[in-house]
């Protein structure tokens, strides 16, 4: 198999210096998207997992700066401006009409076809999971959210009220209303599952791509996983928030313990996550790449 000769390490504060006119403009277009994510989605329980994403992210790219260094090529420059030249427009339009899930992955994509141009193809395929993965600071629209939640409230809705019922509590349920003695509790899109399923499923991504990435059948196992577990953590958490309700009113559930189950169930599962993958040590040997003898 052939391989690539590396080249000689690249001088980065000769190379800021010089293109410092593309460093401002890199700037201009990033910083005030991060202001933006930091006020809308990264202050809702859907965005919590942005900030850890993009430090995460900026680790990993960071971690492998020797093998940038070492194989860095220049990339097509047809092909960088391409990719800008898509970027630029759908960008200012984001931004322009508040679209932030647009203007992120605008952003996105300039920052990666200037990377392909002065860091070439080789980097960039070194570098496609930091990439995947930085996919996740994109917000989702609320309109994907609304339909993809609605099944899912529908099925917590009734897990819970069937569960709880079974144990003599006095509740029922109209679509996803459930009503317990005198109260009823809507189950929002917080508590449906998919909110808490982003953020596990990128957290997830990054466990199991750096204890995990040699095994790539068991990773898919692993991430798929994430769906169930992040659907139970929440009909936990929804069971709670009723029996909080009917035991010490509404007050008490929509306040301070409201949001500190959110925060719990998004721990517990992270932590159950972690059960699992340690409960699942055989399948994953199982599913081991075969190594040549005497590796």
Partial sequence: MATIAPAGPVDWSALASRYW??????????????????????SMESGVHGPIVVATGGW?????????????????????????????????????YDFISIETAALLLALVSVAYYYLGAVVIRMLWFP???????????????DTVTQPLKLLVSEVVTNGLAAFGYPVARVGVTIYVASYQLLVEDACAGLNSLVS????GLFYVYMLRGSNWRYSMLLLALVVPIAIAA?????????????????????????????????????LFIFLVDKLLTPVRNALAPDRPEGA
């Fill in 21 to 42: 006119l593309l460093v401002i403009g890199i700037l201009a277009m990033t910083l005030p998207t991060l202001v933006s994510l930091a006020r809308g989605p990264w």
């Fill in 60 to 96: 990993l790219i960071a971690r492998r700066l020797p093998d940038i260094r070492a194989y860095r090529r220049d990339g097509s420059f047809a092909l960088a401006l391409a990719g800008v030249l898509v970027a630029i427009p759908l960008y200012a339009f984001g931004r322009a």
């Fill in 131 to 145: 990439i995947f993965y930085l996919g996740f600071v994109i917000p989702i629209p609320g309109w994907v959210l």
């Fill in 200 to 203: 596990l499923s990128a957290i």
């Fill in 234 to 270: 929440n009909m936990i958490r929804v069971a709670a928030l009723v029996l909080i309700t009917y035991h010490f009113g509404n007050a008490a559930a929509q306040g301070y313990l409201h949001n500190f189950a959110g925060m719990v169930t998004f721990t517990s599962a992270l």
